[in-house]
């Protein structure tokens, strides 16, 4: 289906004709189209391009003003010169109902496809194998998921990648410890939820971490063996590897949980950690090598770069090799990177990892560039995101100091949610209640983290996110709620009332500003893909319900003077549950048509 034109774009491109008509040698000149809050548009590209030209900005505009085609079939009503040289457009009303059928018509609410969509890999959430997911995996998993939903839906063909931690010394230690005592993991998980089997598989990798730490602390023949043991894992031993294969399972019944919890989906096939690059370490060092980007220091393979170096002014390089021999995060990023440009065919790779690794994927990155694994069309690019932050302003911790564990933040997000629905509905029965405490209180954790700019911090605060006022998704969801009520009485009564737009009615002015919020969909969900900002979305869908609540104060739907009327407003409830809906969808928040 061919792009829905916003009346953004039709009035640009309606500006950009008048220009060139008016100053044939500034063709090429963008008039600076944006909303403002003197007219439905303001163009104020006349101001620089008359200081360019050496003329008078206002008699720029009003040549600029007589080009345009004003009134008629047009979408621009009026145009008029203000300030030093600035131009207020005014559209019709039948334009803007025009353009929200046609939006409404396609079954992608005008969000167009991407010119040129490639293959992108996405790098996101990395939990550790053996270890319980926390806080600290929230913000990754969170953003990469959006990410993932908001390129899918601009036609790119996306990859996702699990890199968990599934490889490294302390498998040693734990592989040796379940040869000594086999039955550690033995369970069974009949009839029992995927929750109930991930909490208990994180139960037994928690026993076993701590007996199998606890005895290589202080048994020295323990150490040695569990030390032999990391040899035979990384060489292939079948023993070995069957167990660490049952590790890597236990801990995969865990993700699960946590995954089905936070209602992000998780494959199987998208879960390619650490191990999965190990016979490719070496090679990738000595392509490194013999290409001289990489150099022995002190025994050491490294990679040196001019403007990176230490407090004392030394050059800290990226260690590709250890001086033993042995290879680190370094080696099998870079060794991902070679397998997800030749094997995936990535033409971008996005590392959704904190700001605290910026430093590390800059050599990294740079790493692959001199050896020419990236390149002008392969790029890699690191999303860095903030911290979460308590109350108290400091990183976020339980009262004891420790990091807190992801699937109790969870449940009590469920819980504080539960209450705001028993509040809204004493009558609902606790199998709703759950369902929608679920939608809310996930939702509202979401939300949070997606609607603050993804390389700021913020502040974890249950009570303000499960808050039915403010900039929080259980205020849009209300919203969608509301409209969504109202469409069940529109068809419940005995003549029932049909969604129509109808371009010859006069709008309210809470009726335009609801219709104009409306055509932007397109344009930010375009905006928020491009640019790797999933809050630019959720910020619109704020402003979107925001924009519904005078609506629905002065315009009744329902009980309006005539039927057309009716049908128009229906029609603008109908497209903005419609695209709070999709806009949620992108984020990963369900939108209960009843809370």
Known sequence: MATVPSLAASVHQRLADALSAAVPEAASADPLLRRSDRADFQANGMLALAKKLGGNPRELAARVAERLEQGGEGPIGRAEVSGPGFLNITVTDTAILRTLAAR??????????????????????????????????????????????????????????????????????????????????????????????????????????????????????????????????????????????????????????????????????????????????????????????????????????????????????????????????????????????????????????????????????????????????????????????????????????????????????????AAVVREKDASLADAEVAARAAEVGIGAVKYADLSTSVSRDYVFDLDRMVSLNGDTSVYIQYAHARITSIIRRAAGREAPLTALAHPELELAPAERALALHLDEFGAVVQAAAESHEPHKLAGYLYGLATAFTPFYDQCPVLQAETRELSENRLFLCELTARTLREGMRLLGIRTPDRL
């Open 104 to 417: 409404a018509a396609d079954g992608r609410l005008g969000v167009p496809y991407a010119e040129r969509p490639g293959t992108t890999v996405v790098d996101y959430s990395q939990p550790n194998v053996a270890k319980e997911m926390h806080v600290g995996h929230l913000r990754s998993t969170v953003i990469g998921d959006a990410l993932v939903r908001l390129l899918e839906h601009r036609g790119e063909k996306v990859i996702r990648r699990h890199h968990i931690g599934d490889w490294g010394t302390q498998f040693g230690m734990l592989i040796q410890y379940l040869i000594e005592h086999p039955h550690e993991l033995d369970h069974t998980e009949a009839e029992r939820s995927a929750t109930e089997q991930g909490e208990a598989a994180m139960s037994r990798l928690n026993r076993l971490y701590k007996v199998s730490r606890a005895l290589f602390d202080s048994d020295e023949g323990f150490k040695e063996r569990a030390r032999k043991r990391v040899v035979e894992l990384q060489g292939g031993d079948e023993e070995t590897l069957a167990l660490w294969h049952r590790i890597v399972d236990e801990s995969l019944l865990y993700f699960h949980a946590v995954y089905e919890m936070l209602d992000v989906e998780i494959r199987d096939k998208d879960v390619v950690g650490e191990s999965a690059y190990n016979d490719a370490l070496a090679e990738t060092c000595r392509l490194l090598e013999e290409s001289g980007v990489a150099v022995r220091s002190e025994g050491a393979l490294c990679v040196f770069f001019d403007d990176i170096r230490g407090q004392d002014g030394q050059p800290v390089p990226l260690i590709v090799q250890k001086a033993d021999g042995g290879y680190g995060y370094a080696t099998t990023d870079l060794a991902a990177i070679r397998n997800r440009v030749t094997a995936l065919g990535a033409d971008t790779i996005l590392y959704v990892v904190d700001s605290r690794q910026a430093l590390h994927f800059r050599m990294v990155f740079e790493t692959a560039r001199r050896a020419g694994w990236l390149t002008d069309e392969v790029t890699a690019l690191h999303i860095p995101f903030g911290t979460v932050l308590g109350k108290d302003g400091k990183p976020f911790k339980t009262r004891e100091g420790e990091s807190v564990r992801l699937m109790d933040l969870l449940q009590e997000a469920v819980d504080r949610a």
